[in-house]
């Protein structure tokens, strides 16, 4: 992935724009992210069905009575359909182009993820007894693709969108560090429950350990050659859709709309 593909991933190049075709796109894509999917799929469904929400759900009492499965499947329960949906399609977007950046590790950073920000709860929130959201992970997503795009930014010798994402980066740092010292969540209006920065704080911990560790397999990559955008609008419109470049609105788009997303809901 360059530093000019986009969170919706660089669909394959057709001749056409007929709907059999794009089904063909949309399935080879979705090809690409079944953990993603798996994993929304059963957030959705754990809020549909109340009682798998209550079987899934993190109940530190029942973890020490041998429930052990909770501390990775707790992250998929939601306290409403606000909350489901903003931490779902937060997962979705982030998720998406952290797995085809990453398929092999992907799995195993959500997992360390689960569990490290399971841990940190009970060791940080004595008060707390039970925890759902993907919250924490939506975070470590986010430190994760921060830390691609800016990869690939240097690699590209794009000092403009280097300093872009890095501010990204820095803006989030940011709003985790206020919260952590003043024990108040910004932006967000919860009802029902109580958002945890100490989850945020273990979710962007964890996001810049997997991105690390995916850096090391990583050899630096060669300049992308610009792509040519076709002609007519209709084509476009699709191509704009599938292909993602830096130097276009799209960027500040992606931007902007990862911002408002983690801002408004964590």
Same mark, same amino acid.
């Given at each position: 992935?360059? !530093?000019g593909e986009s969170l919706i991933a660089t669909l394959p190049k057709s001749n056409g724009t007929s709907i059999p075709s794009l089904c063909r796109q949309g399935s080879v894509w979705l090809r690409q992210i079944p953990v993603t999917l798996l994993m929304s799929v059963i957030a959705i469904a754990a809020y549909a069905f109340p009682s798998l929400t209550a079987g899934l759900q993190l109940e530190f009492a029942a973890v020490s009575s041998g429930q052990w499965w909770r501390l990775l499947s707790g992250h998929l329960t939601h306290f409403g359909g606000g909350h489901l949906f903003w931490d779902v399609l937060m997962f979705a977007v982030l998720g998406a !182009?952290?797995?085809? &950046?990453? /398929?092999?590790?992907? /799995?195993?950073a959500l997992i360390a993820m689960s569990v490290g920000i399971s841990a940190t709860i009970l060791l940080?929130?004595?008060?707390?007894?039970? #925890?759902?959201?993907l919250s924490g992970i939506d975070t470590g997503l986010f430190v994760w693709f921060l830390a691609i795009? $800016?990869?690939?930014?240097?690699a590209d010798r794009d000092r403009t969108f280097t300093c872009c994402w890095t501010a990204a980066g820095i803006l989030l740092? !940011? &709003?985790? !560090? #206020?919260?952590?010292?003043?024990?108040? $969540?910004l932006f967000v209006n919860a009802e029902g429950f109580q /958002?945890?920065?100490e989850s945020h704080l273990s979710g962007a911990v964890l996001g810049a350990i997997a991105a690390g560790v995916a850096d090391r397999g990583l050899s630096v990559s060669n300049h992308t050659q610009p792509t040519e955008r076709p002609q007519s609008v209709t084509k476009w419109a699709f191509w704009m859709f599938g292909r993602y470049n830096? &130097?276009?609105?799209?960027?500040?788009?992606d931007l902007t709309g990862l911002?408002?997303?983690y801002f408004r809901n964590f």
């Open positions: 992935m360059s !530093a !182009a952290c797995e085809r &950046k990453n /398929p092999r590790l992907f /799995p195993v940080t929130c004595q008060d707390v007894t039970t #925890y759902r959201g795009q $800016i990869r690939q930014s240097l740092l !940011a &709003k985790l !560090a #206020y919260e952590f010292t003043t024990g108040e $969540i /958002p945890l920065v830096l &130097k276009s609105l799209s960027f500040s788009l911002f408002w997303m």
